[in-house]
């Protein structure tokens, strides 16, 4: 079928994405997949039963918009327990279908034609284009290579009577570094007596290590009175593919979120939701994770110490940075590709983060899998 009527494209510089391009590459060539984010282990069986239960019972319709008020409830609860917040579950609290959908559904409730919204670099690929999707201009602040450090005054410099929003994003997805409660602060005083938005990305609060605690927007009331803090199931209960997370904000930033979520997908898978609310009881299934994801990351360093790739630091997050400059000068996609090739092992280059494609020769892997898969891509690595 041709159509001869010429579709102008609203992203005529994006592509598929990289985390789409490296697993087709790993399935291409049969590589270990230690590019897209997911863990290869399962959920709770607990979870999957609750799951089962609730599909047999027949909650298989519809849930409310917001989600269903029980799972709201607990996490009201959970949020204030944590972080000291208190969040309204009618009015503040909305269940989504993932992350990237309360993404981009919170830019567009706020952003419109001709904002600013300034945006951290190395960031998650789908922030720009629901930027430039809804006529935003993004406005780009580099953190520091190679330790990925915020300096607060040249991020001031970037806002203006035009700033609409900040993306911020902590435990980091790609580097795993966190924002302290001296960013929290340094962040709150440059947004006083402004009008600005805080999007807030926590999909990873859970896994954080060596003994710091996730600071949290909710933690610092007048950040978070102009805050759209997103959470994720997925992360948490290793379940990416349910594609289930949240949204917390004030009421008056909630009603708008809300009036794009319901256009968007307008509510979130049922079942899943009832399963949530009753397993989110088990408080050590995400109190525990940190040192589950630690365990993991120390494992993944032991395993290619006195390899030719050296180690970034890793403070969150399942993503560990290796800088490769020992190795090769190549592009970090080409090599990236050739990894995948010769090698047998997929990772992601980082200059896809970027929006000039900044190559520091660091590829980022994900040690949210097996033993087993980490001892055989580690093997494989050491020889590169």
Known sequence: MNFSGAVKSKLPHVGTTIFSVMTAHANENQAINLAQGFPDFSCSPKLIEL???YMEKGFNQYAPMPGIISLREKIAAKTEALYGAKYNP???ITIVPGGTHAIYAAVSAVVREGDEVVVIEPCYDSYVPAIQLNGGRAVFYEMKYPDYSIDWNEVKKLINFKTRMIMINTPHNPTG????DKDMLQLQKILDNTDVVVLSDEVYEHIIFDHNEHQSVARFPKLAERSIIISSFGKTYHTTGWKMGYVLAPENLTREFRKVH???????NTPIQYALADFIDDADAYLQLNQFYEDKRNYFQKLIKGSNFKLLPCKGSYFQMLNYAKITQERD???AVRLTKEHKVASIPTSVFYHKKNDNNVLRFCFAKSNETLEKAAERLMRV
Do not use: I, P
């Open 51 to 53: 799951v089962n239960h």
């Open 90 to 92: 009618d009015t503040e």
């Open 177 to 180: 570094t966190v924002l302290t």
């Open 262 to 268: 319901q256009f968007m997908a307008f509510s979130a």
């Open 333 to 335: 996609l080409d090599f």
